[in-house]
Structure formats: C-alpha cells, structure tokens
C-alpha cells in the first residue's frame, strides 16, 4: 500500500458545526503532516507529528484540534470555524529521508 | 530561514514541445533535498522527480530532468515531449534535514492541442 487516503472528499459545515477530517497512511512513515491550500498557492504547513506526538505546530488557531491515535491515522478536528478557513486541506506522510507523500485532500467550505 | 522562488506564475506549451520551469533557492545548508510536485486539476500533489544535494549528477525521470546548479542554488525542471497530462501547477519544494518541506509560490502549466 503506497497512498494515503483522506476522508471525506469534501466537507461543507457551519460555523456552529464541529467535524473531523481523517488521514490514514499503511506505509509505516513515522511522520504525518496537515496542510492548508488556498487556491493556487502553495501548502502552508499546519501540523507536524513525529512518532505520534504533536512536533510542530505552525501558530494555528485553536478552532483547529490534531489527534494523532497511533502510527497510521491522522485526525483533524474543527470547531466553529471561519468561512476564511475554507480550503482545501492536504495530509501527508514522509518516509526517514523526508520525502513527502500527499492525499488527495479534502476540500471544505465554511459557511 | 530557507526560501523557494519560482520567478514564473505561468507558462504555456505546445504538445510534444519542451518546456522548462525555473526555481531558485537560499539556504545555508549544505544537506538537503529538492523536489518537483505536480498538482492537476484534481488536486493530488504527486511527486515528479527529487534531487539529493550531495549528488552532481542531474535527476531524470522518463520525460523530465533537473538541471541542479548547487552552487547558484538554481534547481529548474524540464519537460519534453510536452502531453496533455502535464497540465497542472507544479511547485518546487526544498527539504533541509528536519520535516519541514519549503514550498515555491508555484508555476500554472497549460498544455496546448
């Protein structure tokens, strides 16, 4: 198995609405990453986890909760967000050398 | 802190032609990766080809190659044989030791008929 699958595809909540995002990878990377994608930049970097705790976290707000529940899963909480937080939001998974590999995201409206 | 520029927001190609894409870095590493993603319309970033720092030799992956400049700390991509599929935004993304993947602000590609 050499993806990581991301669920759901799409995503459209409230901002009153809490939902998750999830990210699994069986290729037995110790790192697994979230990140945010506006249309036509480039990822920013939300989250970094390195052997299932929490490494880096890049000032994100608080609306945002990660989980990491063991080597293979990624979670991403939200809670009442901001139509600003609409994007598409990637995870990914590195190998020892830190090559990237990405889902293919989920994308999320806030209304 | 390490930067990627990408001097190009567009470029246009006629299939079967060639086309390169420019990307210039700054660090103070001497370790590190480069890499070229791809990402279509359908949104999955996908990995075209990666270049160690430590080695001289220019990565190729079928009809695309690097040419790694480490001492301009330039790392350009090129496509030949342009095809329809490579239409897709394509970022260059620079990895010191560590997790943290620097992006380039990205290149729009269209391929045309």
């Known amino acids: 198995d050499t993806e990581v699958t991301q669920t759901p595809k799409h995503l459209v909540m409230g901002m009153t609405n809490k939902k998750s995002l999830k990210c699994e990878q069986h290729m037995g990377h110790r790192a697994m990453y979230w990140y945010k994608q506006k249309a036509k930049k480039p990822p920013e970097l939300m989250f970094v986890?390195?052997?299932?705790?929490?490494?880096i976290n890049e000032s994100v707000p608080s609306r945002f909760s990660p989980e990491c529940p063991n080597s293979s899963l990624l979670n991403l909480h939200l809670h009442a967000l901001q139509p600003e937080d609409s994007a598409l939001y990637l995870c990914?998974?590195?190998?020892?050398?830190?090559?990237?590999?990405f889902g293919p995201g989920t994308r999320l409206t806030v209304l | 802190a390490q930067t990627v520029t990408q001097s190009q927001p567009e470029m246009s190609v006629q299939e079967a032609e060639t086309v390169t894409l420019s990307c210039t870095y700054d660090?103070?590493?001497?370790?590190?990766?480069l890499f070229w993603y791809k990402q279509p319309p359908s949104r999955q970033m996908i990995l075209v080809i990666r270049?160690?720092?430590?080695?001289?030799q220019n990565a190729t992956e079928n009809r695309f190659s690097v040419n790694f400049q480490k001492a301009a700390k330039s790392f350009s991509l090129k496509i030949s044989d342009s095809q329809l599929g490579d239409t897709a935004m394509y970022f260059c993304a620079f990895l010191p030791a560590g997790n943290k993947l620097t992006f380039g602000g990205g290149t729009r590609v269209l391929v045309k008929p």
């Open positions: 660090t103070s590493e001497s370790n590190y990766y």
């Open positions: 986890y390195s052997y299932e705790k929490l490494s």
């Open positions: 270049q160690e720092a430590y080695k001289q």
């Open positions: 990914a998974s590195s190998r020892s050398d830190g090559e990237q590999f």
